[in-house]
């Protein structure tokens, strides 16, 4: 989108408010569907936020992204992940074995960093929707993955629609 300098009694046309303004801003939405209801056609560059997802998107010219502002969330218990952990992670400070459920939720390229703190395992399993997961010379949505050790992390990465790598200091 292009920036525009306004000089001094210039007249302020309804195109000029939508390009050099409208497009510009960052746009609030309760989800994806009141997004594609009140956008026809998506610009280049355009900025929303999502309620119910608390995320933010951006269009880079064929599809909405999400933009990696990633939360990090402190566990002692099972927890299963939400599109707000993407570019974010997981911190495990559990003396107790846990695991973390990673449903397809997320979009291609988005990742999630898990940390083992605590003395406790840190299982990682798939959660619903995913087609292919697989890590460790190990492949199966059946197969869960543990942090080999205290201290050791590991991330999702979501390679391909509803496929997901697990990377790091894992065993099956």
């Known amino acids: 989108m292009p920036r525009k300098v306004f000089t001094a009694g210039e007249v302020l046309a309804a195109s000029d408010m939508n390009s050099f303004l409208m497009n510009q801003s960052v746009m609030t939405f309760a989800g994806t569907a009141a997004r594609s209801s009140a956008i ?21 010219g064929s599809a909405w992204q999400n933009v990696y502002t990633g939360t990090h969330a402190t566990v002692t218990t099972a927890y299963t992940a939400s599109p707000a952990n ?5 911190y495990s400070t559990s003396s107790s074995a846990i695991t973390i459920t990673i449903p397809d939720v997320f979009q291609v390229g988005d990742r999630i960093d898990i940390i083992r703190d605590g003395a406790g395992t840190v299982s990682i399993a798939a959660g619903t929707g995913i087609t292919s997961w697989a890590g460790a010379g190990t492949a199966g949505t059946g197969v869960s993955f543990k942090i080999d050790q205290q201290y050791n992390a590991a991330t999702v990465l979501e390679v391909a629609p509803s496929t997901y790598r697990i990377i790091g200091k894992i065993i099956p």
């Open 40 to 60: 026809g056609t998506a610009v280049e560059g355009m900025l929303v936020y999502l309620e119910d997802t608390n995320t933010y998107q951006t269009w880079n």
């Open 86 to 90: 993407a570019g974010g992670f997981i």
